[in-house]
């Protein structure tokens, strides 16, 4: 099945920089968390304490990045809501529990789009160079 392969390598690749990045970025950055009551703006750049991890959202990244490719891929608007709700739900949850502020939501959402769609575009070139090789043989 072509689209259950596409959308495996997609969802890779999708995951995989967005997780690099965000676990870079919350190494480098340092951003405290809300429950560790530091304030907003507290920040520890390349700690190694969790306390200290909170920009971006690494659990908003990778459910927004496999909502976004699982309904970008899909034609069924049922699967769109359920997906994308998944992810809105995920993003609430880390809020309300104090493990985010909204801006590491946000970037955590943003950053995993912009993954995943390239991650899209990369896959649809693929497929289109193995059509076209596919008419030449």
Same mark, same amino acid.
């Given at each position: 099945n072509?689209?259950?392969?596409?959308? %495996?390598?997609?969802? $890779?690749? $999708?995951?995989?920089?967005? $997780?690099?990045?965000?676990?870079?970025?919350?190494?480098? !950055?340092?951003?405290?968390?809300?429950?560790?009551?530091?304030?907003?703006?507290? &920040?520890?750049?390349?700690?190694?304490?969790? %306390? &200290?991890?909170?920009?971006?959202?690494?659990?908003? #990244? /990778?459910?927004?990045?496999?909502?976004?490719?699982?309904?970008? +891929?899909?034609k069924? /608007?049922?699967?769109?809501?359920?997906f994308? $709700?998944?992810?809105?739900?995920?993003?609430i949850s880390?809020?309300?529990?104090? #493990?985010?502020?909204?801006?590491? !939501?946000?970037?955590?959402? /943003?950053? #995993?789009? %912009?993954?995943?769609?390239?991650a899209?575009? &990369?896959?649809? +070139?693929?497929?289109?160079?193995?059509?076209?090789?596919?008419?030449?043989?």
């Open positions: 072509e689209w259950l392969k596409d959308t %495996g390598l997609t969802l $890779g690749i $999708g995951l995989f920089t967005s $997780g690099m990045l965000q676990t870079g970025l919350k190494t480098l !950055v340092g951003r405290s968390r809300p429950i560790e009551q530091r304030g907003a703006f507290a &920040y520890n750049m390349f700690s190694d304490s969790p %306390g &200290y991890h909170s920009f971006p959202s690494g659990h908003v #990244a /990778v459910a927004t990045s496999i909502s976004y490719i699982i309904a970008r +891929r899909s069924s /608007v049922p699967v769109k809501i359920v994308y $709700g998944l992810a809105g739900i995920t993003a880390r809020m309300y529990t104090d #493990a985010h502020w909204i801006s590491d !939501v946000a970037f955590g959402s /943003v950053l #995993a789009i %912009g993954c995943s769609e390239l899209i575009q &990369y896959v649809d +070139r693929i497929r289109k160079h193995k059509n076209q090789q596919a008419k030449l043989n």
